[in-house]
């Protein structure tokens, strides 16, 4: 439902940065951060067991991996980097593969 609100929250170090966004269609939601431009975000894919996911901008600025706690492995990240790869994200950016 769009305007349904959700808090992200990115590990950072030993710590984690928290953020609200706002749903604003399938897959797409609109951080909202006090002071700075809203940033549109994308789910680009999800793995069928909801362990990793592929988030970025729709500019391709910005992307990142997610994986939850304990649940990385390589198969799984090689599919997150193709799907980045695919929708025209710079890898050269991103860093190695663990």
């Known amino acids: 439902q769009n ?3 959700m808090r992200w929250q990115v590990p950072q170090g030993d710590r984690a940065i928290a953020f609200d966004t ?3 269609g399938p897959s797409r939601y609109r951080m909202i951060s006090r002071g700075a431009s809203p940033l549109d975000l994308w ?3 999800v793995d069928d067991d909801f362990r990793t996911a592929v988030v970025g901008t729709p500019d391709g ?3 990142w991996i ?3 706690p304990g649940q ?3 198969d799984r990240t090689a599919a997150a980097r193709e799907i980045l790869d ?3 994200y710079d890898l050269g950016r991103f860093g190695p593969v663990p």
């Open 66 to 68: 997610m994986d939850r």
């Open 72 to 74: 990385a492995s390589r």
């Open 61 to 63: 600025r910005f992307g």
């Open 86 to 88: 695919f929708n025209g």
């Open 22 to 24: 706002v749903l604003t």
């Open 3 to 5: 305007g349904a609100g």
């Open 43 to 45: 789910v680009l894919w």
